[in-house]
């Protein structure tokens, strides 16, 4: 199945809607946009001083009755990058969708289209990271065994620019993997390019210093010549505008 196809398949009745008031309304209380609230636990945790707010009890039956998060993470599986550590949340908080890479397949577009229209999600970010092991294997280059080859043709064009840049090769693609995969969210049709469209939402990528703790936001927007180099159901592939 093509990936953007996929896109529009999901129905309201598929799925289970949430309870309670609205990510939107949420936010709109607390006064913090979903952007301010994710730099502000992340700036808590790098100092070493996170809050372990809603790790309660009280907490886990108050989203037992149903889920409102506030922001989407896509990031990569990497043991070392739990989202709700590196950001300073809780249960509930935020809807996580990892894969080594941030490699996406239909499953995880479908994953993040549900958090976007059912959940009321406005952000999603993209979480590269330091050293990652899936770009690093991508970047030595060798046929990866198995599974781990649905790796190759979706980081492998950011590693050709990134080996053309010169300097860290490894971190220039991290960079450049998580800021592609975000422009192509962007454009996935129909959900997540609509909802773009019309500033319901904000995609944008980062990167995670291992050593630090620190989350960097990178420029999503920046023009990009390799959008149609990943053409691999593995990855994201760029929008098919005759689905």
């Known amino acids: 199945m093509k990936l953007f196809a996929f896109c529009a398949a999901l129905t309201t009745s598929a799925l289970l809607i949430s ?39 009280e907490r886990r039956g108050e989203v037992a009755k149903g889920q409102r998060p506030f922001a989407v993470i896509v990031g990569c599986a990497d043991s070392r990058v739990p989202p709700e550590l590196v950001f300073d949340q809780g249960l509930g908080d935020l809807f996580v969708v990892r894969s080594a890479g941030e490699v996406l397949g239909d499953a995880a577009i479908g994953s993040i289209e549900y958090a976007i229209e059912h959940l009321g999600c406005e952000l999603v970010v993209v979480l590269g990271h330091e050293r990652c092991g899936a770009v690093d294997a991508v970047v030595k280059g060798g046929e990866l065994p ?5 790796f190759t043709p979706a980081i492998l064009p950011v590693v050709e620019g990134a080996k053309k840049k010169g300097g ?22 129909p959900i997540l390019s609509e909802y773009v469209h019309l500033d319901k939402l904000k995609i944008v990528a980062a990167r995670y210093d291992l050593d630090t703790g620190a989350v960097e936001f990178l420029d999503a927007k920046k023009p990009t010549s390799t959008l149609h180099e990943a053409p691999s159901v593995h ?8 689905h």
């Open 19 to 57: 309870n309670g008031p609205s990510t939107r309304e949420a936010s709109a209380t607390q006064g913090n946009s979903p952007l301010d609230r994710l730099i502000a636990g992340n700036q808590r945790f790098a100092e070493g001083k996170p809050t372990d707010f809603h790790e309660s009890v």
């Open 146 to 150: 198995a599974h781990l080859s649905a």
């Open 235 to 242: 990855g994201i592939e760029k929008p098919n505008h005759g």
């Open 168 to 189: 860290d090769v490894l971190d220039n693609a991290v960079r450049a993997n998580a800021s592609r995969i975000a422009r192509q969210l962007s454009e996935c049709e």
